[in-house]
Nanobody
Framework: QVQLVESGGGLVQAGGSLRLSCAAS????????MGWFRQAPGKAREFVARLSWSGGSTYYADSVKGRFTISRDNAKNTVYLNMNSLKPEDTAVYYC???????????????WGQGTQVTVSS
């Protein structure tokens, strides 16, 4: 059973940076993708970024492209989300999730972390 544990959220001023981590365990990750999603109060969960386990291809939502970077440490089975130039509208609970396929669709992700709060003050 896949287990995902996020860390690294917090409070930051607009323009600042944070790095989120997602430690994965429970199986060998050689296919599919790890994704980051976020959910702001009163809004639907939205895709942020994804990284394929095989090949390392990445894809970003337009709202974060150029500011966020998803990366991985294979030896640690950990995926990171580096967030720069943060804006108040980036405030949300951020979730990492694992999918057996390479996709941006939340319904295709079958393992989710508990979420970590990111708050960006203006």
């Amino acid at each position: 059973q896949v287990q995902l544990v996020e860390s690294g959220g917090g409070l930051v001023q607009a323009g600042g940076s944070l790095r989120l981590s997602c430690a994965a365990s429970g199986r060998t990750f050689s296919s599919g993708a790890m994704g980051w999603f976020r959910q702001a109060p009163g809004k639907a969960r939205e895709f942020v970024a994804r990284l394929s386990w095989s090949g390392g291809s990445t894809y970003y939502a337009d709202s974060v492209k150029g500011r966020f970077t998803i990366s991985r440490d294979n030896a640690k089975n950990t995926v990171y989300l580096n967030m720069n130039s943060l804006k108040p509208e980036d405030t949300a609970v951020y979730y990492c999730a694992n999918s057996p396929s390479i996709t941006t669709m939340a319904y295709a992700y079958d393992a989710w972390g508990q979420g970590t709060q990111v708050t960006v003050s203006s």
